[in-house]
């Protein structure tokens, strides 16, 4: 906990704050960049977050303001706190931004961070980055923002699989009761998410059925590049949760998605499993990582060459 006081110190003495998350972000990136504006901005700290793009229009409801980062820019804040980040290729474009500030910190939850800032606080037993903001708000003020609440909540229902993956621990349970006791609309962030689908979804995901490839009876790999989601008007922002439905096909170990990657000759995997192998692992044998359960990594080969490589790598480590 020393680096933590630490982060908590250096952003009281803090005018000023940017606020950083990864590239492409979730649930719990998204989560902890708004509850943070949320709860440095109630301590009369300014509060700035930096995101690459328009952020996902699913999480809308926790939108207090935003700039789209310019990489070619610098910093005026007293320091940068990166959040939910594990490297700085992570933070995508940004990173140059990022690095302009005279004081970098991170919060992150990521066993793969590398611990690419002056003061990092790493906790790779939370179930999300939004676990280690609401302990973060404890130490601003006694009254959480609300704004903060539905940040925290966002964060942690969505990387928990809404407190149903193994990473869902007692104290997950614990914040969210808490949030919900101090007055917490939670229904209101869960009919978004998880109760409200496009009609074009669903017809996408009857042609996903049809387009799952399954390996040695234990592997399923589902070829979703940009251009099978255009034929539906979809974009990844729309399907969070397709990494999980390739990997919970019954008697599979571990679901493979493959989505385009952000140049032309590259490509994104996201790992999902089944507590049998540490897809962290796996996932940094091809230059990644992530969490033991879920894991990513970005690939410059054709599907045919590198799918291969992959299964051959899971076998082996399952005979270890």
């Known amino acids: 906990m020393e680096n933590f006081y630490r982060i908590v110190e250096?952003?009281?003495?803090?005018?000023?704050?940017?606020?950083?998350?990864?590239?492409?972000?979730?649930?719990?990136?998204?989560?902890?960049?708004?509850?943070?504006?949320?709860?440095?901005?109630?301590?009369?700290?300014?509060?700035?977050i930096y995101l690459e793009k328009t952020m996902p229009e699913k999480f809308s409801y926790l939108n207090t303001g935003y700039k789209i980062g310019n990489p070619d820019a610098?910093?005026?804040?007293?320091?940068?706190l990166a959040l939910?980040?594990?490297?700085?290729?992570?933070?995508?474009?940004?990173?140059?931004?990022?690095?302009?500030?005279?004081?970098?910190l991170c919060i992150d939850h990521h066993r793969s961070n590398t611990s690419?800032?002056?003061?990092?606080?790493?906790?790779?037993?939370?179930?999300?980055?939004?676990e280690l903001i609401y302990t973060l708000s404890k130490e601003f003020s006694k009254n959480i923002p609300y704004e903060a609440m539905q940040g925290i909540y966002t964060g942690i229902s969505t990387d928990t699989g809404h407190f149903k993956y193994s990473n869902t621990s007692e104290k997950t349970l614990k914040i969210a009761a808490e949030?919900?006791?101090?007055?917490?609309?939670?229904?209101?962030?869960?009919?978004?998410?998880?109760?409200?689908?496009?009609?074009?979804k669903l017809k996408f995901m009857g042609a996903v059925a049809e387009?799952?490839?399954?390996?040695?009876?234990?592997?399923?790999?589902?070829?979703?590049?940009?251009?099978?989601l255009d034929e539906f008007n979809l974009s990844y922002e729309d399907?969070?949760?397709?990494?999980?439905?390739?990997?919970?096909?019954e008697g599979m170990l571990v679901g493979i998605?493959?989505?385009?990657?952000?140049?032309?000759?590259?490509?994104k995997l996201s790992f999902r499993g089944r507590d049998l192998l540490d897809l962290s692992l796996l996932a940094s044998h091809f230059g990644g990582g992530g969490h033991k359960n879920a894991a990513a990594c970005v690939v410059y080969e054709p599907i045919d060459v590198i799918i291969p490589k992959i299964v051959e790598k899971i076998n082996e480590m399952l005979k270890e």
Do not use: M
């Open 10 to 48: 250096k952003l009281k003495n803090s005018k000023s704050v940017a606020i950083f998350t990864h590239l492409n972000p979730d649930g719990d990136a998204i989560g902890s960049v708004f509850a943070t504006k949320a709860i440095l901005e109630q301590y009369g700290i300014e509060a700035n």
């Open 74 to 80: 610098a910093l005026d804040e007293d320091c940068a």
């Open 84 to 104: 939910d980040c594990g490297a700085p290729a992570r933070l995508g474009t940004l990173a140059p931004l990022f690095k302009t500030a005279p004081l970098l």
């Open 116 to 130: 690419f800032c002056d003061i990092s606080y790493i906790v790779p037993e939370a179930a999300a980055t939004c």
């Open 179 to 200: 949030l919900i006791e101090k007055g917490l609309d939670f229904r209101k962030i869960t009919s978004v998410i998880y109760d409200t689908t496009k009609l074009s």
């Open 211 to 228: 387009r799952i490839k399954i390996y040695n009876d234990k592997i399923s790999v589902l070829d979703a590049r940009r251009e099978f």
């Open 239 to 249: 399907l969070e949760e397709l990494p999980n439905i390739v990997s919970n096909i």
């Open 257 to 267: 998605l493959i989505k385009s990657g952000e140049t032309e000759d590259s490509l």
